[in-house]
């Protein structure tokens, strides 16, 4: 069968769902996640029990998950299976976790959550088409199954609760086809025409759009004036697929930090040919490792420097599970 998503129906994700209506507060980005029968989509069975609701805890940590690549047929430092990516999903859901983004982690917006259960965040780097890839079908785009997004969707049919609450850290001039999804047919058969149109697409779902430079700078090798223009023009691309979209989170390329540190959420770039001057204001700062997060209720979580758990080998599983053997982990009280 199959199992590609038509675009037109991605719109309103509760229609193309079986299963209970839309609750009349949730949104039409979320909707999906409502929806459906509880079943293992690579299995066929039905999906395990969520973890049973824990008592609250608003100084617990919140683990942010970092992926790169959904390729090939063998884990490695930046790819992951398309299998162990479900599994991922899975092994989160069964244990009581549910997506959020970095933007309502920094507001302390957990309402996508409920109560006796915990926030997940997970953030996707390099703007691969491995995480979002359409395919041209009799004339018409669809968004590939075997993509982040398309396994993400699946998942969401079948899990209720599980909306699209996420964040994809994006190259706007990315080598190798990371270029906001891809920008050359040679790669995965991607056109330019469609960027924008996936990275409007995301924004209108619920995902978050994040600024990960232009072109994944090491941003500790290079003067000021590069990095900031590096970071400023890569927001200017997120604006042009989404005007007056707030970016408010930055993932730093290999965890690396510029010389001049605050450089890393403020700054501003003057373009010489037009003379007018674009100023980024980041909120959040993402780095590579550091394992589960500080919760924002926590003095001393520090937005300008978040910790991420990478998508290596069982890491995330062991790090959920260390989080349920100390009760460390972060758990929504009641609303």
């Known amino acids: 069968m199959d199992r590609r998503y038509p675009i037109l129906c991605l719109v309103a994700l509760a229609a193309c769902s079986k299963g209970e209506a839309t609750p009349s507060n949730t949104?039409?980005?979320g909707a999906s996640g409502a929806a459906g029968a509880a079943r293992d989509s690579s299995a066929g069975n039905v999906a395990v029990a969520p973890?049973?609701?824990a008592a609250p805890n608003q100084a617990g940590r919140i683990p942010?998950?970092?992926y790169h690549q959904i390729v090939g047929?063998?884990?490695?430092l930046y790819t992951r299976t398309a299998a162990s990516f479900k599994a991922d999903l899975e092994e989160a859901y069964k244990r009581g976790y549910r997506p959020i983004s970095i933007a309502q982690m920094l507001d302390k917006n957990f309402s996508d959550v409920p109560a006796g259960m915990s926030p997940v965040v997970f953030v996707f780097d390099d703007a691969s088409p491995s995480q979002f890839r359409y395919v041209e079908q009799n004339g018409k785009l669809e968004i590939d199954p075997a993509t982040a997004i398309g396994i993400w969707l699946d998942f969401a049919k079948s899990h209720p609760g599980w909306k699209n609450r996420g964040t994809f850290c994006?190259?706007?001039g990315g080598a190798a086809g990371h270029n906001f999804f891809g920008d050359n047919p040679k790669y995965e058969g991607q056109k330019k025409e469609w960027r924008f149109q996936k990275v409007k697409w995301l924004a209108d779902q619920g995902f978050e759009l994040c600024d990960h430079t232009l072109w994944h700078m090491m941003l500790n090798k290079y003067p000021d004036a590069a990095v900031q223009e590096q970071i400023a023009r890569n927001q200017m691309g997120i604006d042009s697929a989404v005007p007056g979209y707030k970016v408010r989170t930055?993932?730093?390329?290999?965890g690396l930090w510029p010389k001049n540190r605050p450089l890393a959420w403020h700054g501003s770039w003057t373009d010489p040919k037009t003379g007018q001057t674009h100023t980024y204001n980041f909120e959040a700062v993402l780095e590579v490792t550091g394992g589960p997060a500080r919760s924002p209720y926590d003095k001393e979580f520090d937005a300008h420097s978040i910790p991420r758990i990478e998508a290596i080998g069982d890491d995330i599983r062991k790090q959920l599970i260390k989080l349920d053997t100390?009760?460390?982990r972060f758990v929504v009280g009641a609303k």
């Open 51 to 53: 973890a049973p609701a």
């Open 73 to 76: 047929d063998k884990n490695t």
């Open 27 to 29: 949104t039409a980005a």
């Open 64 to 66: 942010v998950l970092e």
């Open 250 to 254: 930055i993932a730093l390329p290999y």
């Open 326 to 328: 100390t009760k460390t």
């Open 170 to 172: 994006m190259l706007n």
